[in-house]
């Protein structure tokens, strides 16, 4: 049986399968107050208070003695496991004033975290690239800083606490080689695209904009990442091309002022891009 549901934002998407809402639920994108409908029903109902999935809220029994109590250390959590599913692609709308309106309020709200952090980043890429043996090296190692920029970004649009080290996450494991593998293949195909015929250059560069966020926040592996973004924005790819054009003149201006805007416009890009992905595979944020 499949079913709809009502996302944070008030939209309805769907249908999606009883596992998928299952995996909804684990992900954290769905609670036991989300509105569901079957597919043959009118009428909604809360996913806590559907019979086929009630189960899942239930709370399980605490155990008789914790590790700690017992004596015995708490082992040690192993990374979590890259996944080679890709994701099914959401039905969605790209809100591109509202991503940049929520963008620009979060960031004049935690302006000097958010700056400082960015200015950090862009300090390391820079310093980095200008040294003539790292260069080479941070010019693969790009996707892997990204991967960690977009980890502290998602991390400040859900309200959640960050660290500055956070821009480093993609440096462990099991991010690291699926986010260095992303931004290898995606910038070789790329590459070959413009220079074959152009326009299948163009296209993937817009195509593959999720790759990195769904590698570092959902753990996917690089090729089922780079083809769920494929899929995802090829669905409304001109309104993708036109946000990225869009951000791009963000940044410009920045540039222009003196180059000490892209301070500003640098994380309010990020920003907006963040909320964009988080709105189509991420949590809800906070003032939604």
Known sequence: MAYHMIGGDGKEYGPFSADELRTFVADGRAAAQTQIRADDATAWS?????????????????????????????????????????????????????????AWRLLTSDFWSIVGVYALFMLIVAVGSSIPILGYAMCILNSVMA??????????????????????????????????????????????????????????????????????????????????????VTRHWWLWLGFGVVLGLVVLAGVLALCVGVFVAGPLVALAMAYAYNDLFGQQPQDQ
Do not use: H, N
């Open 147 to 232: 991967g960690g920029l977009w980890i502290f970004m998602l991390k400040k649009v859900r309200g959640q606490t960050t660290e500055v080290s956070d821009i480093f996450a993609g440096f462990k494991q099991p991010l690291f080689v699926p986010l260095l593998l992303v931004g290898l293949v995606s910038g070789l195909l790329t590459f070959l695209g413009l220079i074959c015929c152009i326009l299948p250059g163009i296209y993937l560069s817009v195509a593959w904009m999720l790759a990195l966020p769904l590698v570092a926040d959902r753990k996917l592996d690089f090729w089922p990442a780079m083809e769920t973004s494929r899929k995802t």
């Open 46 to 102: 809360a996913l806590g208070e559907t019979p086929e999935f009630a189960a899942l809220f239930t709370a399980a029994p605490p155990p008789a003695l914790t590790p700690a109590a017992a004596g015995v250390p708490p082992p040690v959590p192993a990374p979590a496991a890259v996944s080679s599913q890709e994701l099914p692609v959401p039905e969605y709308d790209l809100d591109m004033g509202g991503c940049i309106g929520r």
